[in-house]
């Protein structure tokens, strides 16, 4: 029963949709299992770019079959846009390629409406969410009031619960937040019957599919979006999405039992990134943030906001190898460090003079935390062109195995260019070097 789960272990855009992409040349299924298209992945294939944000990243495996899980929610249309630009670029997307779990939520026109009234009316004290209406579909799963793809199979019924929906959220719009935004009820039930046509042979039952896909040992790869501290129970809160960003939501999030998990694999940067608000102990607002912005096109895929910039944080790894249940690391863009004196690394927080042996669970404490920083060696050499582990910098190698044993989890694959096959693996590689054959 080959499982494995792949998850951010930062603030997302840590690169694991190229790490996925490079995992699944021997999957038979590749599912995302939370989340929506807040998130972005990007790939990088032969110098070809491909972006997704609710397809997941084996799309473009021909022989992996594809599952957006029941803990997604799914935009009906930005799905459809995603999957003409990949018919458009040659690439097969069938019914037979490409599943949706029934039991997954729709978030539709006003859920993205309610995001932004909400970020407007905060003002200074936005959160900084994408406006993609993600917070919104998840609070209507809570209040057991969203519709699902399920409802697409009864058409009897969904128009009914479709404009109730949107009558609701209307008054919400105008009497609480006084939206500008325009709803037209029949031109939303014309648009979305129209997506229910194209997407209904896509549904299926998650569920059952990956029972029988376990049950006969085939290769599953369960695709986590986002990042650790985005988690909205162990991030950091209020700046955090609004599903579990955790390993442990590959079972809940796709209808599988925790021992269908077999492994576990974090994906972390070289160095630190974060997109929005919230609290960053290691950013750095100089030349060395902005160098690392450019060099490392550190830009959100599905915002295009410049992401914020700062050194490798053992605090935030060490939580996350425990909140996760880390196995393994892969670590991407070591290239972007090449030409740094020295590179350091954030060991350890203290506040108000006390040295702290987690990170603090308020963010506004988190803001405060004073980072206590190691430096080690950097270097000048080109890592792009490496073809293999042993053939790294020393002092890269060096920097590699001081997180390693600074984390306390191995490091067993590292990336050195954004092409798929830029990747090096470690001689502790074991599960991963089988797991793809």
């Known amino acids: 029963m080959p499982s494995l789960v792949i998850v951010g272990a930062q603030w997302g855009d840590e690169g694991k949709g190229k790490i996925v992409d490079y995992l699944t040349s021997n999957a038979d299924w590749v599912v995302r299992f939370h ?10 294939v032969n110098g070809v770019k491909t972006k997704l944000h609710l397809i997941p990243s084996g799309i473009l495996r021909h022989q992996a079959k594809n599952l957006i899980g029941a803990g997604v929610v799914l935009n009906p249309f930005v799905l459809l846009q995603e999957i003409a630009g990949l018919r458009a670029s040659g690439i097969e997307v069938t019914p037979e390629r490409l599943i949706i779990d029934r039991e997954a939520s729709l978030l539709l026109p006003y859920h ?37 793809v399920a409802d697409f199979t009864d058409l009897a019924t969904l128009e009914d619960k479709f404009r109730s929906s949107l009558a609701l959220k209307a008054k919400v719009l105008l009497s609480l937040y006084q939206s500008e935004d325009k709803i037209n009820p029949d031109q939303q039930w014309a648009a979305l019957a129209e997506a229910r046509e194209q997407l209904l042979p896509h ?3 998650g569920s059952l599919l990956l029972e029988g896909a376990l049950k006969r040992n085939e290769r599953v790869v369960f695709e986590g979006a986002q990042g650790t501290f985005l988690d909205p129970v162990f991030g950091t809160v209020p700046f955090v999405t609004s599903s579990s960003t955790l390993a442990g939501a590959a079972t ?84 972007v460090l090449s030409g740094f004196k020295k590179i350091r690394v954030c060991v350890g927080y203290k506040l108000e003079g006390k040295v702290l042996d ?47 044993e600074m984390v306390g989890c191995p490091i067993s694959a590292v990336s050195v260019a ?20």
């Open 203 to 205: 549904i299926g039952n």
């Open 112 to 148: 993205e409406a309610l995001d932004r009234a909400r970020e407007s009316a905060l003002g200074d004290k936005k959160i900084g969410t994408t406006g993609r209406g993600v917070g919104p579909a998840y609070e209507d799963r809570a209040a057991r009031c969203g519709l699902r």
């Open 358 to 404: 987690d990170m603090p669970a308020l963010s506004h404490e988190l803001d405060r935390v004073e980072p206590q920083y190691v430096d080690l060696d950097g270097w000048n050499e080109d890592l792009t062109g490496i073809k293999a582990w042993a053939d790294l910098p020393a002092a890269a190698r060096s920097y590699i195995g001081a997180i390693a």
């Open 252 to 335: 809940t999030g796709c209808g599988v039992g925790p021992r269908a998990l077999d492994f576990v694999l974090g994906v972390v940067k070289a160095y630190t990134t974060r997109v929005g608000s919230g609290p960053f102990p290691t950013e750095l607002i100089d030349d060395s943030g902005d160098l690392l912005r450019a060099r490392g096109a550190e830009y959100g895929t599905t915002t295009g906001r410049p992401r914020r910039c700062g050194w490798f944080d053992v605090m935030v790894l060490k939580r996350a190898v425990r909140l996760n249940g880390l196995d393994a690391l892969a670590l991407t863009k070591l290239d």
């Open 35 to 44: 989340g929506g298209n807040n998130a972005g992945h990007t790939l990088v």
């Open 418 to 437: 954004a092409e798929r096959r830029a990747m090096l693996f470690s001689e502790n590689a074991g599960f991963i070097n089988e797991f793809i054959g």
